[in-house]
């Protein structure tokens, strides 16, 4: 599949105002360098468009987003690694900052880099079922990044983020309901969007430019270390990436995904 592909823009049925931005990447979107580029380059594109709101979902039917792709971290090509997660901080700034309305409906799993595009938008509503969302980073074997934590401190108290970091917890949708790591359970994809289309509308009245603003401004603190810090950031992870016992933990991590699978055949 061309990248041009893995994401796809398409309006509002009843608001041609309301963008419907969909990641399909089968099986389970796992953010690769390619779906991270079209992420990125949709998000420019939304900038400068027509459109004042965005809904971002998911084309699988029980995965919104399986988080970072494990082999772009797994024996990587180091220059390749470095465009990766350069790509990552664009695409968190651009979705996080971003001047549209942002919701995203959760229509299935989402942990880690998937939980983190989910809290990069300002509301949330997920498709009650057997999912999870989370940042599960620290049960894989790595450290979550400062700026994941910060968009997890936009979302959630100080005390409910730490231990959810340092236990690297998943939430069932339940959980997350009770936390406020989402705002609302769905009955199905349709309905998630319905809802977040209902968050959307509450901004009818208000002007965009002061809304965005007011926005931005709430998020500053959150965004202002990353911009400062890009290159340090990405040299750490590349750094990161060299530990043996990193890739040790990785390693262990993608045989346990495997077996989960040859476990249920
Ligand atoms: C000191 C400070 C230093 C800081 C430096 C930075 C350090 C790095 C920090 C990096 C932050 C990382 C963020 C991440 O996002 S890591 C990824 C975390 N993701 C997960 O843990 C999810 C893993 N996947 C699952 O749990 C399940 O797949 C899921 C529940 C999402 C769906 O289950 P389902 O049963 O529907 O599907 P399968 O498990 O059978 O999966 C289908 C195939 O997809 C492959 N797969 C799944 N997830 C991933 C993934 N994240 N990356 C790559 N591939 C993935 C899975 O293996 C199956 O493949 P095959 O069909 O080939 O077997």
Request: net charge negative; aromatic share 8%.
């Amino acid at each position: 599949m061309s990248s041009q592909n893995l994401v796809t823009v398409t309006p509002d049925k009843d608001n041609d105002e309301i963008a419907i931005v969909t990641m399909q990447r089968p099986p389970v979107n796992s953010l690769n360098l390619e779906l991270l580029q079209a992420l990125s380059k949709t998000l420019d594109e939304l900038s400068t468009s027509d459109f004042r709101a965005m809904v971002l979902t998911s084309a699988s039917p029980t995965v919104f987003s399986a988080g970072l792709d494990i082999m772009e971290m797994y024996k990587p090509d180091l220059k390749r690694a470095e465009q990766f997660w350069s790509t990552l901080q664009d695409v968190w700034l651009k979705l996080f900052e971003s001047n549209l309305i942002t919701a995203a409906a959760i229509n299935g799993h989402a942990p880690a880099g998937g939980c983190l595009l989910a809290m990069s938008c300002e509301y949330r509503a997920m498709v009650s079922g057997k999912y999870s969302i989370g940042l599960n980073e620290t049960a894989l074997g790595i450290v979550a990044p400062r700026w994941f934590m910060d968009c997890m401190l936009n979302t959630i108290s100080q005390r409910e983020a730490e231990i959810a970091l340092t236990t690297g917890k998943l939430f069932s949708v339940e959980e997350a309901l009770k936390v406020g790591l989402i705002d609302e359970t769905a009955k199905d994809k349709e309905d998630a969007i319905n809802k977040c289309l209902g968050f959307i509308e509450k901004f009818e009245s208000i002007p965009p430019l002061p809304r965005s603003m007011t926005k931005q401004k709430f998020r500053a603190n959150g965004v202002q270390w990353l911009k400062a810090n890009k290159q340090a950031d990405i040299d750490e992870f590349v750094h990161f990436l060299k530990f043996p016992q990193v890739q040790q933990s990785l390693e262990m991590y993608i045989h346990m995904l495997k077996s989960k699978q040859n476990k249920s055949e």
